[in-house]
């Protein structure tokens, strides 16, 4: 009887009762995978007829010579220096580009990524903003033989090449050497905590204060999802504390740091001579506050030239069959003083 359907990567992961990165790693002998593990899947595959796309689609697979570009939103300007970066090397390289956004949807991102596998791109640079449970549409991509590289949130489920800004060096050494001044009352106004970034940035504020042996006070970092929190969480926090009793505010991003520095005129403290204050990411409107915005300086354009040669490397090995070792970039970040503190 003829087979339906060619035998997918999901069919043997549902067989063996693994999930779908391990038998896609297994496959791709991953060290990380033991090699018990590495033979069943392998002996599956052979009796399923499992073939890897890569190697039946390679043949017939013509170049597009166009990369896809998958942004959350476009509310940043971090995104738009990204992309400057990704066009020059792109287009140094013939490369066209397809720019596509996923909105704050799980299921937006999966058709973003569907859809740009279906114009038959040769990579995808993609910025996540979702943890998934179940990776497989990932995988399903890559397993096409299209290149996933992945950018400032790094995605353990996955096997690729990441470029991300070095969030937790930055955030340390410098709290570190606001500490050194003399601010040791500090707080930390953190984002999301599905968003490996404010994990980072949190963890790295964190670690400053345990170098300088300074007691971490929980009540110190506040949470909040959106920057439209940000002054609400203020509120809340200065009902129990007094002005007095803060040196400095660092904020997971600079738009926290906008919304903070509106509350802080609201309520008449003066900044840095009162409390001073910290950003991250180093957007153009921090040079426009009064006063202007210290931040941590994430190196936008920089990340998505990186990205973009690393994305162009794998797909030079892949069209030559040559084997690849992928890569995690980290960008380093470094502090800019202005008036804020």
Same mark, same amino acid.
């Given at each position: 009887?003829?087979?339906?359907?060619?035998?997918?990567?999901?069919?043997?992961?549902?067989?063996?009762?693994?999930?779908?990165?391990?038998?896609?790693?297994?496959?791709?002998?991953?060290?990380?995978?033991?090699?018990?593990?590495?033979?069943?899947?392998?002996?599956?595959?052979?009796?399923?007829?499992?073939?890897?796309?890569?190697?039946?689609?390679?043949?017939?697979?013509?170049?597009?010579?166009?990369?896809?570009?998958?942004?959350?939103?476009?509310?940043?300007?971090?995104?738009?220096?990204?992309?400057?970066?990704?066009?020059?090397?792109?287009?140094?390289?013939?490369?066209?580009?397809?720019?596509?956004?996923?909105?704050?949807?799980?299921?937006?991102?999966?058709?973003?990524?569907?859809?740009?596998?279906?114009?038959?791109?040769?990579?995808?640079?993609?910025?996540?903003?979702?943890?998934?449970?179940?990776?497989?549409?990932?995988?399903?991509?890559?397993?096409?033989?299209?290149?996933?590289?992945?950018?400032?949130?790094?995605?353990?489920?996955?096997?690729?090449?990441?470029?991300?800004?070095?969030?937790?060096?930055?955030?340390?050494? +410098?709290?570190?050497?606001?500490?050194?001044?003399?601010?040791?009352?500090?707080?930390?106004?953190?984002?999301?905590?599905?968003?490996?970034?404010?994990?980072?940035?949190?963890?790295?504020?964190?670690?400053?204060?345990?170098?300088?042996?300074?007691?971490?006070?929980?009540?110190?970092?506040?949470?909040?999802?959106?920057?439209?929190?940000?002054?609400?969480?203020?509120?809340?926090?200065?009902?129990?504390?007094?002005?007095?009793?803060?040196?400095?505010?660092?904020?997971?991003?600079?738009?926290?740091?906008?919304?903070?520095?509106?509350?802080?005129?609201?309520?008449?403290?003066?900044?840095?001579?009162?409390?001073?204050?910290?950003?991250?990411?180093?957007?153009?409107?921090?040079?426009?506050?009064?006063?202007?915005?210290?931040?941590?300086?994430?190196?936008?354009?920089?990340?998505?030239?990186?990205?973009?040669?690393?994305?162009?490397?794998?797909?030079?090995?892949?069209?030559?069959?040559?084997?690849?070792?992928?890569?995690?970039?980290?960008?380093? +970040?470094?502090?800019?003083?202005?008036?804020?503190?």
């Amino acid at each position: 009887m003829k087979k339906s359907r060619k035998t997918t990567i999901k069919d043997l992961a549902k067989a063996l009762e693994m999930n779908v990165s391990t038998v896609s790693r297994a496959l791709n002998d991953h060290p990380k995978i033991n090699i018990k593990t590495k033979e069943r899947v392998r002996q599956l595959a052979k009796q399923m007829d499992y073939i890897p796309n890569p190697l039946a689609q390679g043949l017939q697979r013509q170049s597009t010579r166009t990369i896809g570009v998958i942004f959350p939103t476009f509310d940043t300007n971090f995104f738009f220096r990204v992309l400057k970066g990704v066009e020059k090397v792109m287009h140094e390289n013939n490369y066209q580009i397809i720019i596509s956004t996923a909105g704050n949807s799980k299921e937006q991102e999966k058709e973003a990524c569907k859809s740009l596998s279906a114009y038959h791109v040769d990579g995808i640079i993609i910025f996540l903003s979702y943890q998934h449970e179940d990776p497989s549409f990932l995988i399903d991509i890559q397993d096409e033989g299209i290149p996933l590289l992945f950018m400032d949130r790094i995605y353990e489920e996955i096997d690729a090449n990441y470029v991300v800004s070095d969030d937790f060096t930055g955030m340390f050494e +410098t709290v570190c050497d606001f500490i050194d001044q003399g601010k040791k009352k500090i707080i930390h106004i953190q984002g999301s905590n599905s968003v490996s970034t404010s994990f980072n940035r949190t963890l790295g504020y964190q670690e400053a204060l345990r170098e300088k042996g300074i007691e971490e006070n929980p009540y110190f970092i506040i949470h909040c999802d959106h920057e439209s929190e940000v002054k609400s969480a203020l509120r809340r926090f200065f009902s129990k504390y007094t002005f007095e009793e803060i040196d400095l505010i660092t904020c997971f991003n600079d738009y926290f740091a906008f919304q903070a520095l509106e509350y802080l005129k609201e309520n008449n403290i003066k900044v840095p001579k009162d409390i001073s204050l910290l950003g991250f990411a180093n957007e153009p409107l921090s040079i426009y506050t009064s006063p202007k915005l210290s931040t941590i300086n994430q190196p936008a354009e920089e990340m998505g030239e990186k990205a973009s040669e690393l994305l162009l490397d794998e797909i030079a090995h892949n069209k030559k069959g040559e084997s690849y070792t992928y890569d995690t970039t980290r960008v380093k +970040t470094f502090y800019l003083r202005r008036e804020s503190t």
